[in-house]
């Protein structure tokens, strides 16, 4: 039989919603920045997420110490990935993205919050 094909391509170095919440409640969550806009950050948000809007994300790498272990979110999980790519880029090698972004936060783990 033959395996089944994933639409959303999972890279090893990115951490999923479960993963997330285990780490958060055993006290070993890394940093979470939310790149997404203000306005979207007000409607639904990770818990102990940072907001960084992507427009001002590449000025502020500098904030970051290379070496913590930092996730990185948005809605669905593109534009965190391309920010992810540009740390990566930087020497940020601890940098992961969340897969399926703060929706798959509220489908998996938090369903009170609103989706938009």
């Given amino acids: ?7 959303q391509i999972h890279n090893p170095m990115d951490i999923t919603v479960k993963e997330l919440k285990d780490r958060m409640d055993r006290g070993d969550a890394p940093r979470l920045i939310d790149v997404r806009e203000p306005h979207e950050h007000t409607i639904c948000s990770i818990p102990g997420a940072e907001l960084i809007p992507a427009a001002q994300f590449a000025q502020r790498l500098d904030e970051f110490d290379k070496d913590t272990e930092i996730v990185v979110h948005c809605k669905s999980g593109g534009g965190s990935a ?3 790519e540009m740390m990566k880029a930087r020497g940020f090698k601890n940098a992961r993205n969340l897969t399926g972004g703060v929706l798959a936060w ?6 009170s919050q609103k989706k938009y």
């Avoid at 039989?1 to 639409?7: F, I, R, Y």
């Avoid at 509220?106 to 369903?111: L, V």
């Fill in 1 to 7: 039989s033959s395996p089944a094909h994933n639409t």
């Fill in 106 to 111: 509220i489908d998996q783990i938090d369903p």
């Fill in 82 to 84: 391309r920010a992810v």
